[in-house]
């Protein structure tokens, strides 16, 4: 068994808005301290 813990994060707004960016953004800064 694994002592990770998860988080889900949802990101909504409208078409154009910056969702894919904002999370492509994330997933750099993140990518190094995290299993992602």
């Not at 002592?3 to 492509?24: C, D, E, F, H, M």
Request: proline share 3%; aromatic share 2%.
């Amino acid at each position: 068994m694994s002592n990770k813990q998860v988080l889900r994060v949802g990101v909504g707004g409208p078409v154009g808005s910056g969702k894919t960016a904002l999370i492509n953004e994330l997933c750099k800064q993140l990518r190094e301290k995290f299993e992602i």
